[in-house]
Nanobody, 128 residues
Framework: QVQLVESGGGLVQPWGSLRLSCAAS????????MAWFRQAPGKEREFVAA???????????DYGQSVKGRFTISRDNAKNTLYLQMNSLKPEDTAVYYC??????????????????WGQGTQVTVSS
């Protein structure tokens, strides 16, 4: 049974920073592509970032256009944990953030229906 547990969300002022974590159990993440998505009220789940496995302990990071240059995705395989460092946060970044893994075959990494396993989400609110 794969379980993903996000943490690190909260209330932050505009231009502030937060680091989200996604701890995994039941699956070794080092061999997996992993991703972050977010969903704001009344909107579709949106791709944020993906950490794409391209070889043994070798990964490529891809980002949604709205977060490029501000967010950084990374992982610690020893801790089986995925991270999302979020800098220069804006009110429009307010959403529930989800991590995901188990990318289905022949599916784009930015597809919000392309992953088998999802966490429960962590709320990020950017407001003064």
């Amino acid at each position: 049974q794969v379980q993903l547990v996000e943490s690190g969300g909260g209330l932050v002022q505009p231009w502030g920073s937060l680091r989200l974590s996604c701890a995994a159990s039941g699956r070794t993440l080092s061999t997996e592509t992993m991703a972050w998505f977010r969903q704001a009220p009344g909107k579709e789940r949106e791709f944020v970032a993906a950490h794409i496995r391209i070889g043994h302990n070798t990964y490529y990071a891809d980002y949604g256009q709205s977060v490029k240059g501000r967010f950084t995705i990374s992982r610690d395989n020893a801790k089986n944990t995925l991270y999302l460092q979020m800098n220069s946060l804006k009110p429009e970044d307010t959403a529930v953030y989800y991590c995901a893994t188990g990318l289905k075959a022949s599916t784009a990494v930015l597809s919000n229906t392309g992953y088998t396993y999802w966490g429960q989400g962590t709320q990020v609110t950017v407001s003064s």
